[in-house]
């Protein structure tokens, strides 16, 4: 005679059952992490830039909602929208400056910043975009090589001073377009800008400069 075996889980515990008999292997750990493989990656697609300069670097990229992805670029000083469940092109936003675009970065809603940097005679700015009319919402001036979003509409825009002379982290509220405090890199001019910036937990922002110095600030009004 022969012996079926049928393997079966119930609340979480694995059962062997045989005829007339069931043998339990032991209960499955709670928040057990389950074992994978080895992570591989799998191109899946390339989006090129559909623009006309050689130098057109891509400088930044960010997610949005509905898988919506935002391509900053320098040279042409554009950003794309790029619908990823298709790979096709949607828009394409074109600084108002015709600046170098630094970084880009989702906000509330649709809303999409693009801070983009001085050249050319232009001071370079930060500029709101709503992804689902693709208009321009808001511009806030200063120089930008990095930006952020907050809680509350809250965005860090980092870059150079208004004067060109040292860091400076701009915190706009997005909701009003008013600029409501300037942080400025300790490193004064020898800083060479503020490069790079992210909020963390408990109302601390990051700021990074051009020469290696990360200032922690807390930011008052704070609201999580």
Known sequence: MSVRFRA????????????????VTGPRARGA??????????????????????????????FGPGAILAVGTGGSGSTYLWDTRTGKLTATLTDPGGTSVQA?????????????????????????????????????????????????????????????SGGSTYLWDTRTGKLTATLTDPGGAAAGGVSSVAFGPGGILAAGDAYGRIYLWRISRYRP
């Open 8 to 23: 079966v889980v119930v609340l979480g515990v694995a059962s062997v059952v045989t005829t007339g008999a069931v043998v």
């Open 33 to 62: 992490v389950p074992r994978l493989g080895p992570v591989t990656g799998t191109l899946i697609a390339t989006l090129t830039d559909p623009g006309t300069y050689l130098d057109n670097m891509v400088s930044s990229v960010a």
């Open 104 to 164: 880009v970065a989702f906000g509330p809603g649709a809303i999409l910043a693009a801070g983009t940097a001085a050249a050319g005679g232009s001071d370079g700015g930060t500029y709101l975009w709503d992804t689902k009319t693709r208009k321009l919402t808001a511009t806030l001036t200063a120089a930008t090589d990095s930006v952020a979003f907050g809680p509350g509409g809250i965005l860090a825009a980092g870059g150079l001073g208004h004067d060109g």
